[in-house]
């Protein structure tokens, strides 16, 4: 079965620190995404891509980065580490041409930055 | 900034009983989407409706949509504990690029 899967599921790692988070899909979908969720504000979108060299910003970008060198896999980076990335991280992702239709979505990675 | 809002924020019920949960946004839409969320694990897409549908079922689900007011509903009739879950909604719309964007949901507690 298809399917979308993010590793590590739980990080922790240290303030200044580079670290990436991974996101496998086997939907053969063109598009994918990252959001973090916090509390009090739901999902926010981080970054996207509609296809294999294609990323975009989202809303909530800064200190975030992303490469998309195959349809499967949307790796997110972390360029130093923040407290204020202490979030619980997911990768989504859709078929079609633009990110309005349903979001298949992974499982998650929480991560802390002491 | 958020599209879509929920009401209530949280919601407790008994097994059996119907769940009702709103959705409101600002700018016009292409789809409304609800999408349910167990503790600890990724959103399940549940249902989409379309600017142009103004209900929708699935199974237990009820989704109306009201343009003309900017909302939404998601209806659960006969609950049960594993409806115990965050609903949100997400919607589509040009003013955010064809992309979605997520309300912050309503945390649903069904008590056996």
């Known amino acids: 079965d298809a399917e979308i899967t993010q590793s590590p599921r739980h990080k922790i790692t240290e303030t200044g620190r580079q670290v990436t988070l991974a996101c496998h899909q086997t939907w053969n979908h063109n598009n994918m995404f990252w959001y973090r969720q916090d509390l009090g504000h739901g999902l926010r979108l981080i970054h996207y891509?509609?296809?294999?060299?294609?990323?975009n910003k989202g809303e909530v970008s800064d200190g975030y980065s992303v490469s998309r060198s195959n349809t499967e896999d949307l790796p997110l980076t972390l360029e130093s580490a923040a407290s204020s990335q202490t979030s619980v991280y997911f990768c989504?992702?859709?078929?079609?041409?633009?990110?309005?239709?349903?979001?298949?979505f992974g499982p998650g990675t929480r991560l802390t930055v002491l | 900034s958020q599209q879509g809002e929920e009401d209530p924020q949280a919601l407790s019920i008994q097994e059996g009983e119907n769940a009702t949960m709103n959705c409101s946004y600002k700018?016009?839409?292409?789809?409304l989407q609800w999408y349910r969320q167990n503790s600890g694990r990724g959103l399940v897409h549940l249902i989409l409706i379309r600017s142009n549908e103004r209900e929708k079922h699935s199974g237990r689900l009820r989704v109306t949509l009201d343009t003309s007011k900017k909302s939404s509903s998601l209806l659960i009739t006969a609950s049960r504990a594993a409806d115990t879950a965050s609903y949100f909604c997400?919607?589509?719309?040009?003013?955010?690029?064809?992309?979605?964007?997520f309300g912050g949901g309503t945390r649903v507690l069904v008590k056996p």
């Open positions: 891509s509609y296809g294999v060299q294609d990323t």
């Open positions: 700018t016009s839409i292409n789809n």
């Open positions: 989504a992702s859709s078929r079609g041409a633009n990110g309005g239709n349903e979001q298949f």
């Open positions: 997400a919607t589509d719309s040009k003013a955010a690029g064809n992309k979605l964007t």
